[in-house]
């Protein structure tokens, strides 16, 4: 083999390593990888999902990369760490190991325009649910993040969605960045 031969096959066998690492790397943050999005596969949901844990405090983060958003309209929007286009038939969901059963304080943080502001919310988790209207964040850019209610969860492995309560056929109900669920008896 001349030398020329070797150089090549060494410089394409590092960038398959990059790509592969690049790869792994969006995987481990549970996003869609930039092949993903080129190939023009469907980039719409987190690539992977995994379950949600409690932190030390006892809290679960479901955040926009780390749950499964499903429906025809939404999309996962990378620069803002968001869902959005979250219309009528979308929701978004997250497999949640819940350490103890309990009352729960909602949070949630969104954007929303005045115009699309004031649709209906679900929030489920196995038997129990909790329900609420979105109010307008001042725009689609900003961000707000509000206690909107309380959730009984039970102990153990669940899926926990969020959804319009109340179907729409035009607009968009948020762009969810991050439902925050913590326990009060604690």
């Known amino acids: 083999m001349n030398a020329n031969y070797l150089v090549v096959l060494l410089s394409v066998s590092l960038m398959g390593?990059?790509?592969?690492?690049?790869?792994?790397?969006?995987?481990?943050?549970?996003?869609?990888?930039?092949?993903?999005?080129a190939s023009g596969a469907d980039s719409s949901a987190s690539a992977v999902s995994k379950t949600v844990v409690a932190d030390a405090a006892g809290s679960l983060v479901l955040t926009a990369e780390n749950g499964t958003a499903t429906?025809?309209?939404?999309?996962?929007?990378?620069?803002?760490k968001a869902f959005g286009w979250f219309g009528g038939k979308d929701q978004v969901r997250w497999?949640?190991?819940?350490?103890?059963?309990?009352?729960?304080?909602?949070?949630i943080e969104w954007s929303v325009a005045p115009e699309e502001a004031g649709k209906e919310f679900i929030l489920e988790a196995k038997d129990h649910s909790v329900t609420g209207k979105v109010k307008s964040s001042g725009s689609w850019e900003t961000y707000i993040?509000?206690?909107?209610?309380?959730?009984?969860?039970?102990?153990?492995?669940?899926?926990?969605?969020?959804?319009?309560?109340v179907p729409f056929e035009k607009g968009a109900i948020l762009d969810l960045r991050e439902i925050k669920l913590v326990p009060l008896n604690k």
């Open 145 to 165: 993040n509000e206690k909107v209610g309380q959730i009984e969860l039970n102990k153990g492995g669940q899926s926990i969605i969020f959804r319009p309560n």
């Open 95 to 107: 497999e949640a190991e819940v350490a103890s059963s309990g009352l729960y304080e909602v949070w």
């Open 71 to 80: 429906g025809p309209e939404i999309k996962y929007m990378p620069e803002w």
């Open 17 to 37: 390593i990059a790509c592969n690492d690049q790869s792994a790397a969006a995987t481990e943050k549970n996003v869609p990888d930039a092949s993903t999005q």
